[in-house]
């Protein structure tokens, strides 16, 4: 004997079958949302970051420059006189 979908047994059937189902699409779709969302924050972070490694990168070439212009323009420092020991 099969059931036949009008049935009473087969409709609460595929009730329960089409309530699994959606619950599992729903837990799916917020699987993905999730992920979806997870890789553009991480995406934006990546892209952030590198942004700042530049521009640390930018000012510590120009830091420099103005360190070695700076110790090539400063004249040269006097000599230390030392005291002569009495004997």
């Known amino acids: ?5 009008n049935s009473a047994a087969g ?3 595929d009730a329960m079958m089409r309530t699994a189902n959606g619950a599992f699409q729903a837990w799916q779709d917020r699987t993905d949302l999730v992920k979806n969302e997870r890789a553009a924050t991480n995406a934006a972070n990546d892209a952030k970051t590198a942004r700042l490694k530049a521009l640390r990168l930018e000012k ?3 830091d420099a420059e103005d360190a ?3 110790a090539a323009s400063a004249p ?3 000599k230390k006189k030392t005291a ?3 004997e």
């Open 60 to 62: 510590e070439k120009q």
């Open 68 to 70: 070695a212009t700076l």
């Open 76 to 78: 040269p420092a006097p």
């Open 11 to 13: 409709r609460k059937r």
């Open 1 to 5: 004997m099969t059931e036949q979908p």
């Open 84 to 86: 002569k020991r009495a």
